[in-house]
Each structure stands twice: as C-alpha cells, then as structure tokens.
C-alpha cells in the first residue's frame, strides 16, 4: 500500500449501472421473484408442519431447504432492490462484512444438507427396511446441525480472515453483492496466499458433499436398475428425482463460480452466474419440489379443500 491510499471504510457497487434504462424494469422483475421465492417456500414449510403424513426424514430436510433458500436469497435481493432505485449504491465495511458471513454460511449448509439428503434417500431405497432405524428423528436432527455447525465455522474462519485484509483504492465493487472474489480484489496487499487457501476451502468443503451425494447416487441407481419391475423402478425414482434436479441446479453453478481460475473471472460472467444461484435457484426450488412430488400435490390440495368447505359453512 502507497502512502497517499487510504483504507476503504465504505463499497459501492457497480451492479447492474451499464443498464440503466432498464433499473425499473429489473426491480420489477427482480421483486416479483424473490416475493415468489419467499412465499412458495412459506407455503412448503407450513403445508410440511401441518401435515401428519409429511412428517417424515424426507420432509424434515426439505423444511431445513425452504428455511435456507428463505435466508439465503434475503440476504442478497432486498439490498439489489434499493439499489436498483437510488444512484448511491454504498456498504459499509461491517454490512458489507456481514452479508457476505450470512451469505457465505448458507451456502456452504446448503452443500452438506443436500448431501444429508441424498444419504436419506440412499438409505429409504437401499436399505428399506432399516430406513426407520437408521433414519430416526436422533439422526436426522444431528444431520441437519452438522450441516449447520459446519457452514458457521468453516465460514466465519473464512470470512474474518478475510475482512483482516486492508481495503483501499476506489472501494467500487464489480457485483451486485458483497461476494468473496470481488470484495478480496479490492485488498491493498498481495493476496495470492489467501485465494490459495480460498481455492482449497472449496475444493474440500464443495466437493466433499458433492463427492457423498455422488457416491449415495451411485448405489441409488444400481439399487433402482436391480427392481424387477418397471412401476417399481419409476417409483423408486421418482422419490430422487426432485432432490437431483435441485443438486444440479446449485452445484452447477457453485462449481462453475468457485471452482474456475482467477483468470476465467470477468464481472459479467460473475454478475450473471450470480444471478443464478442466488435468485434464480431458490426460486426453482418451490416449483420443482410442488409440481414433482406428488405428496406434497396431494397434501396441498387437501389443505386447500379443507379451507374451501369451511369458507362455505
């Protein structure tokens, strides 16, 4: 650092300002989507907690999702709006700081909860008739906060480690968020050893659930291909498929974000991948475990006849 720089104590975003005649049109679009997101995981969480037959491992995980997805497009639509309508696009270095804590965690819980999923359905379609054993509330609950526990401390070490990085020059941001790459850009000092580190980190805690949800779908479909019968395989399959497209949605994504060279980094590949895993693929999430899963169908139409008869008494 020269000596006429000075520490940044404040960002600003470069967002989306090379279209600006088109801000009103994508805080439209953009609000009707996360309005979307929150409301269809709302109704999935609430739909699951009133309903007996949904009480179940499955259901408990997908509860743990919707709560996630929740939180995890919070964290970054609602200041994107503001954004979109006022010229000033600043944070401060603590909210700057702590969006990218919140944001950080949940995406890293996401990863080892979806591979707590995929070790739930390895075990219903693998081993049925241990499923209740082995699958008890205990079990489930400790999974869900591993997931948990692991997505706050590995990235509050990540995080704080990062935000000891002096910050100087212009403080603009190339994104719409507080993400880890465009914020550690901005530091003053050689930071080769940190996005070494950063790279390992998600090396190992990306792919380690990726490399789990790999193997337990492995055993799932030679499991699947050994069923005699061609109802009892579509069956069986159909129990995974909601949870596979979700897995490829977010892990496309992730790996093509963090898992690329420094080099293949442009603002606008990051600002339209972003895009995707952080509002596009929360709002997917609703659709695709309503529109798939016929349980979920069936008890969201019994709610809704229930609410129907008791309008009409």
């Given at each position: 650092?020269?000596?006429?720089?000075?520490?940044?104590t404040?960002?600003?975003?470069?967002?989306?300002?090379?279209?600006?005649?088109?801000?009103?049109?994508?805080?439209l679009?953009?609000l009707?989507?996360?309005?979307?997101?929150?409301?269809?995981?709302l109704?999935?969480?609430?739909?699951?907690?009133?309903?007996p037959?949904?009480?179940?491992?499955?259901?408990?995980?997908l509860?743990?999702?919707?709560?996630l997805?929740?939180?995890?497009?919070?964290?970054?639509?609602?200041?994107?709006?503001?954004?979109?309508?006022?010229?000033?696009k600043?944070?401060?270095?603590?909210?700057?700081?702590?969006?990218?804590?919140?944001?950080?965690?949940?995406?890293l819980?996401?990863?080892?909860?979806?591979?707590?999923?995929?070790?739930?359905?390895?075990?219903?379609?693998?081993?049925p008739?241990?499923?209740t054993?082995?699958m008890g509330?205990?079990m489930?609950?400790?999974?869900?906060?591993?997931?948990?526990?692991?997505?706050?401390?590995?990235?509050?070490?990540?995080?704080?480690?990062?935000?000891?990085?002096?910050?100087?020059?212009?403080?603009k941001?190339?994104?719409?968020?507080?993400?880890?790459?465009?914020?550690?850009k901005?530091?003053?000092?050689?930071?080769?050893?940190?996005?070494?580190?950063?790279?390992a980190?998600?090396?190992?805690?990306?792919?380690?659930?990726?490399?789990?949800?790999?193997?337990?779908?492995?055993?799932?479909?030679?499991?699947?291909?050994?069923?005699?019968?061609?109802?009892?395989?579509?069956k069986?399959?159909?129990t995974?498929?909601?949870?596979?497209?979700?897995?490829?949605?977010f892990?496309?994504t992730?790996?093509f974000?963090?898992?690329?060279?420094?080099?293949?980094?442009?603002?606008?590949?990051?600002?339209?991948?972003?895009?995707?895993?952080?509002?596009?693929?929360?709002?997917?999430?609703?659709?695709?475990?309503?529109?798939?899963?016929?349980?979920?169908?069936?008890?969201?139409?019994?709610?809704?006849?229930?609410?129907?008869?008791?309008q009409?008494?």
């Open positions: 650092m020269s000596g006429n720089e000075s520490f940044c404040r960002f600003t975003f470069v967002a989306f300002s090379s279209l600006a005649e088109l801000q009103s049109v994508l805080f679009v953009f009707i989507i996360y309005l979307f997101t929150v409301g269809g995981n109704i999935i969480i609430c739909l699951i907690c009133v309903t037959s949904l009480h179940t491992p499955m259901y408990f995980f509860v743990n999702l919707s709560f997805e929740m939180c995890y497009i919070t964290s970054v639509v609602p200041q994107m709006l503001v954004h979109l309508l006022v010229d000033t600043t944070i401060t270095l603590g909210g700057c700081a702590a969006q990218m804590y919140i944001f950080a965690i949940l995406g819980t996401e990863c080892c909860l979806l591979a707590a999923m995929a070790y739930d359905r390895f075990v219903a379609i693998c081993y008739l241990h499923y054993l082995l509330p205990q489930c609950l400790k999974l869900a906060a591993a997931s948990w526990t692991t997505g706050v401390v590995v990235e509050s070490v990540q995080i704080t480690w990062i935000f000891t990085l002096p910050f100087c020059g212009t403080g941001i190339q994104h719409f968020f507080c993400d880890i790459m465009p914020v550690v901005l530091a003053c000092v050689d930071t080769s050893h940190n996005e070494i580190v950063m790279f980190v998600s090396v190992i805690f990306i792919m380690s659930p990726c490399f789990l949800i790999l193997c337990s779908y492995g055993r799932i479909f030679v499991t699947i291909l050994r069923i005699p019968s061609a109802a009892g395989r579509r069986a399959f159909s995974c498929s909601s949870h596979i497209l979700v897995v490829s949605l892990y496309g992730a790996l974000t963090y898992l690329q060279p420094k080099t293949a980094h442009t603002p606008e590949t990051d600002k339209a991948t972003a895009l995707m895993y952080t509002v596009v693929t929360p709002a997917l999430n609703p659709l695709i475990y309503t529109l798939r899963n016929k349980e979920v169908k069936e008890a969201f139409q019994r709610l809704t006849q229930r609410n129907a008869l008791r009409m008494a």
